[in-house]
């Protein structure tokens, strides 16, 4: 899984805890960020496995997640694991 691929993952299981948390269901989800009820569930239950950055987006703005500090939290934790990869070597 690539950079991207991770990002993509990473922000959809955020996105979808937060939901949780707010006691957001997907239906209330889809609402909140103008996405269709069929989006949202095929997000959920990983049938859309890499979505479009502007469905995240949009996601991400309904439960009040900065996607912009996640992606560089992504990315950090990627370099990270690049480091620890190469010292094992």
Do not use: C
Not at 24 to 39: M, R, V
């Amino acid at each position: 899984m690539n950079n991207y691929e991770r990002f993509l993952t990473r922000i959809t299981d955020d996105v979808f805890d937060r939901a949780y948390m707010e006691g957001l269901t997907w239906i209330g989800l889809a609402h909140k960020s103008g996405l269709s009820i069929n989006t949202v569930y095929n997000l959920g239950n990983r049938i859309t496995r890499f979505p479009q950055l502007r469905t995240l987006y949009l996601l991400a703005q309904a439960v009040d997640m900065d996607i912009v500090a996640l992606r560089k939290e992504v990315r950090r934790e990627a370099q990270k694991a690049q480091v620890q990869t190469a010292l094992n070597y």
